[in-house]
């Protein structure tokens, strides 16, 4: 089910989806600041996937600018992504 | 009146060289090597001579020759690198394939998506002016340098085709859609100006770049445009018969198959397997193969997709 944006996502909750969704496809169990890209785990169709785990789950728009790889580094990079998208679909 | 395809002839080489036995093998590293071998390239065809300009004039002239017709104009899709500066590929390209009836000149600057620009510069050129009845695009894929290898994006093969887009042609050009972003024009490059060419090597400023941020926007571009032109033919994605694109990876062919949630032809897969990439020429040799070979029927719609890294994309829809 999608996070609706009006709910209260917390850090810690969006956190907690991201890690389990990295979980799942790669089998790693990642730290919320580790490196994705370094490690040459995630690919480019990984990637796509994360960025479509992320619309849908936290229903957002990923657009333009926002597609930076800095925004997907990291669990952390991703989580604060989710936050300032959901505080902008509120608003 | 309707304008589509008069007649498609591809050239490939006769000898292939496994990817296993490329020259540059050697000097290649881990990372390198299981790109290779994940690529889904297993051989990949050498012409024994010739360069941009006589292939792509090869290729016309064995298309006039076995189909007639005086095109009155004659686009050449740019090569990666051109065969002289200063002088005209295009131009050799039409001496080299006695193209005598044409007005010649050159679509550049689009990489692999060239060829999709340019058979829609071709319908636009017939809608223009009516006294027009045919316009003839060819492309020759040579390796830029010595190196086929084009690490993290594919491996080169040779190959050159000819096609016209003529008035009443089939398959008919149904809608076309095409985006480019400046932003990434230089993403990849070969400093020639610094060595010798068999010191040039294609170079990629960033990994990141290409493997997260153009893949992204490619997602996103590609998932409109499609949406696009199917909206402008007025049918749906369940409407398509066979979905081609150009051959660079196995993985990009998962890519778009996950993105569009459209099933790539298996041509395209068998292409890429035995012919490795062929630039702009790839659609063509999917698109020719696939409406001579793929037992579609008469207003059967085939989606062509075709992007680079430059980068650029464009949609083609194609009704048999």
């Known amino acids: 089910m999608p996070e609706s944006a009006s709910e209260h996502l917390t850090t810690a909750a969006i956190e907690q989806r991201l890690l389990g969704f990295l979980l799942e496809r790669t089998k790693i169990e990642w730290e919320v600041g580790q490196d994705l890209f370094d490690t040459g785990v995630v690919s480019s169709l990984l990637a796509m996937e994360l960025v479509v785990f992320v619309e849908k789950t936290f229903d957002v728009a990923v657009e333009r600018e926002d597609l930076a790889l800095h925004n997907f580094r990291t669990v952390r990079a991703m989580t604060d992504l989710v936050l300032r998208l959901g505080k902008a679909t509120d608003a | ?320």
Not at chain 2, 35 to 51: I, K, N, P, Q, Y
Not at chain 2, 144 to 154: H, L, S
Not at chain 2, 176 to 199: A, C, I, N, W
């Open chain 2, 1 to 320: 009146m309707t304008i589509g395809i008069g007649a498609i002839t591809c050239l490939l080489p006769r000898k292939r060289v496994a990817v296993a036995e490329l020259p540059e093998l050697s000097g290649l590293g881990a990372a390198e090597r299981e790109f290779l071998e994940t690529s889904g390239v297993r051989t990949v065809g050498v012409f024994e001579d010739g360069d941009v300009g006589s292939l792509a004039g090869r290729a016309c002239k064995k298309l006039l020759e076995e189909y007639g017709g005086n095109p009155d104009v004659m686009i050449m899709v740019g090569p990666r690198a051109p065969d002289v500066l200063i002088g005209s590929d295009v131009c050799k390209a039409q001496a080299h394939g006695e193209v005598k009836s044409a007005v010649a000149f050159a679509v550049d600057g689009l990489g692999c998506a060239g060829s999709s620009a340019a058979w829609a510069l071709a319908r636009d050129l017939l809608i223009a002016d009516p006294s027009r009845e045919s316009v003839l695009i060819t492309f020759a894929s040579l390796p830029t340098g010595e190196f086929r290898i084009r690490y993290p994006v594919t491996v080169i093969g040779d190959g050159a085709f000819a096609m016209t887009v003529v008035r009443g042609g089939r398959p008919v050009l149904r809608a076309h859609r095409q985006e480019t972003d400046g932003s990434f024009h230089d993403l990849f490059y070969v400093d020639y100006k610094s060595g010798p060419m068999p010191e040039w090597r294609e170079e990629c400023r960033s990994r990141d770049r290409y493997s997260f941020e153009l893949a992204m926007h490619s997602r996103v571009r590609l998932s409109a445009l499609v949406d696009g032109v199917l909206d402008d033919a007025g049918i749906t994605k369940a409407d398509v018969s066979a979905t081609l694109m150009q051959n660079v990876t196995e993985s990009a062919f998962q890519f778009y198959e996950q993105t569009l949630e459209l099933p790539i032809h298996r041509f395209c897969r068998a292409h890429l397997a035995d012919a490795g990439h062929l630039g702009a020429m790839d659609v063509v040799l999917n698109l020719q193969r696939v409406v001579s070979l793929g037992g579609l029927s008469r207003g059967d719609f085939v989606l062509v997709l075709n992007n680079s890294p430059v980068a650029a994309w464009i949609v083609t829809l194609w009704e048999i």
